[in-house]
Nanobody
Framework: EVQLQASGGGLVQAGGSLRLSCAAS????????IGWFRQAPGKEREGVSCVSSSDGSTYYADSVKGRFTISSDNAKNTVYLQMRSLKPEDTAVYYCAASHYRRLYSASHLCQDPSFMDYWGKGTQVTVSS
């Protein structure tokens, strides 16, 4: 059974950092692409960062480029999202997700549409105070 567990959210002041973790079970990253999405109150879910298993490409939304870094530890079957220089507008529930059937898509393509992801973990709340 494919499962994803996101953790690491919390309350942080603007300019601070957080590292989100997504522990995966029931599959290996070789055959799944992974993405981080977020949803703020009243807004649609949006792709923040994705990594494609097909070519290892990564994608970052313009709003987080240069501040967020996606990485993975295959030995731990865990994907991370390092978030630095956090802004109040980064406040949202963050979700990790995995795609098997569209794993050959590029990272940028995957992140464009949450419906491309096949499995979702429960979200973790990130709140950035000003």
């Amino acid at each position: 059974e494919v499962q994803l567990q996101a953790s690491g959210g919390g309350l942080v002041q603007a300019g601070g950092s957080l590292r989100l973790s997504c522990a995966a079970s029931g599959f290996t990253f070789d055959y799944y692409s992974i993405g981080w999405f977020r949803q703020a109150p009243g807004k649609e879910r949006e792709g923040v960062s994705c990594v494609s298993s097909s070519d290892g490409s990564t994608y970052y939304a313009d709003s987080v480029k240069g501040r967020f870094t996606i990485s993975s530890d295959n030995a731990k079957n865990t994907v991370y999202l390092q978030m630095r220089s956090l802004k109040p507008e980064d406040t949202a529930v963050y979700y990790c997700a995995a795609s098997h059937y569209r794993r050959l898509y590029s990272a940028s393509h995957l992140c464009q549409d949450p419906s491309f992801m096949d499995y979702w973990g429960k979200g973790t709340q990130v709140t950035v105070s000003s």
